[in-house]
């Protein structure tokens, strides 16, 4: 039972390009949602959160979409550049309960070509 | 800040042996996490504590999984005995708090049981 699911398991986008990275969620108890960017033999590094009451977060070339009523969100990165080949997660998290750790997708390998 | 410490980077066991992995979480940070990740899956969630006391570990496989975060600064997960299907990156966070702070990751330790 998946409840946070990256079904694009790599995607390949040319350098200065926008890279979209999608996430599907089936809890409608989550709440707070963030992406995770991971280099091989590193773990995981915080990208971008959003709350459950906003549709949109920006930092600099990341913004985070967030639409509830299609439980789905997305990374947005304008424009692409070469160090942004990696892994990445999308997480979600329950606040109101005893169980709030992070569920994860099972991520999406960014490729950027030159 | 330091970031989250975990040792070792890389262990090596056979089957029916035990093993032991030690955190030490960023300064100040009272939500403790163990992660598993295998091979092409997100990280899953082991067990989670807050300062010393544990707050959700009902993906901890109990039989041979065990761990403790004694005065509520670093932890230690323990495997005993180990399966082959325990091959895995243990991965171990903190955040300063439950619910609206992201996770910081250490790098694992990469676990291979043969």
């Known amino acids: 039972d998946q409840q946070v699911k990256q079904n694009s398991p790599s995607l390949s986008v040319q350098e200065g390009r926008i890279s979209i990275l999608n996430c599907d969620y089936t809890?409608?108890?989550?709440?707070?949602f963030l992406w995770y960017k991971k280099y091989p033999a590193e773990g995981p590094t915080f990208l971008i959160s959003?709350?459950?009451?906003?549709d949109k977060n920006e930092d600099g070339r990341f913004t985070v979409f967030l639409n509830k009523s299609a439980k789905h969100l997305s990374l947005h990165i304008v424009p692409s550049q070469p160090g942004d080949s990696a892994v990445y997660f999308c997480a979600a998290r329950y606040s109101g309960g005893g169980a709030d750790g992070l569920t994860f997708g099972k991520g999406t390998h960014l490729i950027i070509q030159p | 800040e330091a970031g989250v410490a975990q040792s070792p980077r890389y262990k090596i066991i056979e089957k029916r042996q035990s093993v032991a992995f030690w955190c030490n979480p960023i300064s100040g940070h009272a939500t403790l996490y163990w992660y598993q990740q295998i091979l092409g899956q997100g990280p899953k969630l082991l067990i989670q504590f807050q300062n010393n006391g544990v707050v959700d570990d009902s993906q901890l496989p109990k039989d041979r999984f065990s761990a403790e975060r004694l005065k509520g600064v670093d932890s230690t997960l323990k495997i005993q005995p180990a399966k082959l299907e325990d091959s895995a990156v243990y991965l171990c966070?903190?955040?300063?708090?439950?619910?609206?702070?992201?996770?910081?990751f250490g790098n694992g330790t990469r676990l291979t049981v043969t």
């Open positions: 959003i709350s459950s009451i906003k």
């Open positions: 809890n409608s108890m989550f709440d707070y």
């Open positions: 966070a903190s955040s300063l708090d439950r619910y609206n702070s992201p996770l910081h």
